[in-house]
């Protein structure tokens, strides 16, 4: 049984549709987050999914049941909104506790619930503070707290940690990671963080302008995107997008990309990547998608791009990221970027033989940006 079903949900505000018959089903104990633009609905769909905005049309459904006309409190949810209110007076002990008693919770029960959150989220020595004595990053902490102290049938997280420093945002997704794994418990999750997405869920919907583009595991939305708009969102830095003209014919394809000043370059594409759309679009302009980490300049490597391709451009930034190296290249009609290991000593304005595992490229179209192969 899934644990949350959406089936056809909408929703307007006046005459703005902002949910377009959005679905999508996720197991009990299943990680899905929801990520795409700011204003595309993320927010709208957990406040439809809490019960805090009633849906203009479609049906929602926990653990099998139909909560489409439910409250809140009948949901069995806990939530932590994007502006997550905290009760200005009451402590960060009560904050947390609060909606255990709300619920009859026993005394001795509610202090282990606040003494284990304060522990996962590093806030014991804030207990005795009120909200107004705490930093931004402090209150979003307390805010998960109040959500993590129950146990409910769903969770609902809209951007619980956007607020918090780097590392400690860092910790924050081990622990929520391993409180998922110890607990198994069902999780909605928003977020603008690209690391925190491929690393935290078991699906990512990607959202654009109220609808669903893609639902997926993080592999296959990264590796397999449905189209130009999901695979430019997710990554970073993003794919990069290069102009080329489909030639040859099945079996032995090749990408055509011409750059001002440059050789002409013919990528071959893989005879097991091939689909039948491309038949109909050869002599014709197509989009070559290649993630930064599709080049290497490292022959080490060169057993995994067995269908690698050469080319010497020249290099026009170079940016060391600490872990790897970002370097900017003329290709196309445009820039791309190729990510490169941090021992690669080459200097703005110089060359390197770089190659293309073109074994990962995809192919979109360029009128209807849906994938091509
Ligand atoms: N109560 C409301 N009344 C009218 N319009 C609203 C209301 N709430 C949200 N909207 C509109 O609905 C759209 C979606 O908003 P929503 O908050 O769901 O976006 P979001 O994806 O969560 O964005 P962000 O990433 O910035 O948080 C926006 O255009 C917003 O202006
Ligand atoms: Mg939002």
């Given at each position: 049984m899934a644990a949350l079903e959406i089936n056809n949900v909408c929703k307007d505000f006046g005459s703005e549709q902002?949910?377009?018959d959005v679905s999508l089903a996720i197991d009990s104990g299943e990680f899905l987050i929801l990520v795409g633009?700011?204003?595309?609905?993320k927010s709208t769909l957990m406040n439809a999914i809490a019960g805090l905005e009633p849906v203009t049309s479609g049906e929602i459904r926990i653990a099998g049941e139909s909560v489409t006309w439910q409250t809140p409190a009948e949901r069995d949810i806990a939530m932590v909104f994007?502006?997550?209110?905290?009760?200005?007076?009451?402590?960060v002990r009560q904050n947390i506790s609060f909606g255990l008693e709300m619920r009859k919770v026993p005394k001795a029960e509610r202090e282990a619930a606040v003494e284990r959150v304060a522990d996962l989220l590093q806030i014991g020595h804030l207990?005795?503070?009120?909200?107004?004595?705490?930093?931004g990053g402090q209150r979003q902490r307390v805010a998960m707290g109040r959500a993590l102290a129950r146990e409910p049938k769903v969770y609902l997280f809209d951007e619980p940690l956007s607020n918090l420093d780097a590392k400690l945002r860092v910790d924050m997704r081990t622990e929520i990671k391993k409180l998922h794994q110890r607990l198994g418990t069902t999780i909605v999750y928003v977020t603008h963080d690209q690391i925190e997405a491929m690393t935290l869920a078991d699906c990512i919907a990607v959202m654009r302008d109220g609808r669903i583009l893609q639902l997926g595991s993080p592999d296959e939305v990264y590796n397999?995107?449905?189209d130009l708009f999901v695979a430019g969102f997710m990554g970073s830095p993003s794919m990069n997008f290069i102009s080329a003209t489909l030639v040859g014919g099945s079996g032995a394809y090749r990408l055509r990309v011409e750059t001002p000043g440059e050789e002409t370059l013919e990528l071959p594409w893989p005879q097991e990547r091939e689909t039948p759309a491309l038949g109909e679009k050869v002599g014709e302009r197509v989009i070559l998608g290649l993630r930064?980490?599709?080049?290497?300049?490292?022959?080490?490597?060169l057993g995994e791009y067995a269908e690698g391709v050469a080319l010497t451009p020249r290099i026009t930034v170079v940016e060391p990221t600490g872990a790897d190296i970002l370097l900017q290249l003329k290709l196309g009609d445009g820039e791309a970027t190729a990510r490169v290991g941090p021992k690669c000593r080459v200097k703005a304005g110089e060359r390197l033989t770089l190659r293309i595992d073109m074994g990962r490229a995809v192919m979109f179209d360029r009128e209807t940006e849906k994938r091509l192969a």
């Open positions: 902002v949910l377009k633009p700011s204003g595309c609905g994007q502006s997550y209110a905290l009760y200005p007076s009451m402590t207990l005795e503070r009120k909200p107004s004595q705490l930093s397999d995107p449905v930064p980490e599709h080049f290497t300049e490292d022959d080490a490597r």
